[in-house]
């Protein structure tokens, strides 16, 4: 059976593409949700690509994980540096994580070189922006395929 991923986007990613490109890119979030499902089609991986802007929506979607998702990709933005409620999830939760920043976090202000997430997840994947989120495909289709 395909396994599904559920990838996940905090606050302000919905603005992607139309602010700040020279750090985030210039790709949309409809753009980069494309890429997933194409990569994720040649990985035999279903995706369920969300986005929200609320902290509890976010944990809301993260308790409802188990059981319904194989994995988790998150890129929390700045509830990444902030929100013990989504680490408490996701530790809670028992799947695989991978933690995605279009950005490189460790080039920018000292605030964003602390994650709540990194401690919980698997793996990061930071600096290459859209494509960053391929890469976390590819990295939890081998952790879901040799753990089963
Ligand atoms: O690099 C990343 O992916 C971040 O998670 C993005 C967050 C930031 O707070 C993290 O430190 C790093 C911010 C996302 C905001 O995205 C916008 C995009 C276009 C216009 C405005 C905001």
């Not at 929390?76 to 996701?90: E, M, Q, V």
């Amino acid at each position: 059976m395909t396994a599904s991923v559920l990838i996940l986007n905090g606050p302000n990613l919905n603005m992607l593409g139309s602010r700040e490109p020279e750090i985030y890119g210039s790709e949309t979030l409809a753009d980069i949700e494309e890429s997933c499902v194409a990569r994720g089609e040649g990985l035999d991986l279903k995706v369920d690509f969300r986005q929200s802007n609320g902290e509890g929506e976010l944990v809301d979607w993260i308790q409802e994980a188990s059981g319904n998702h194989a994995g988790i990709i998150i890129n929390a933005g700045a509830y990444t540096h902030t929100s013990i409620a989504i680490l408490d999830a996701l530790r809670a939760c028992g799947l695989p994580i991978i933690e995605v920043h279009l950005s490189n976090i460790f080039q920018r202000e000292e605030f964003r070189h602390q994650s709540y997430i990194s401690p919980v997840a698997e793996g990061v994947i930071c600096g290459f922006g859209g494509h960053g989120y391929c890469l976390a495909l590819e990295a939890i289709a081998k952790i879901v395929t040799t753990r089963v």
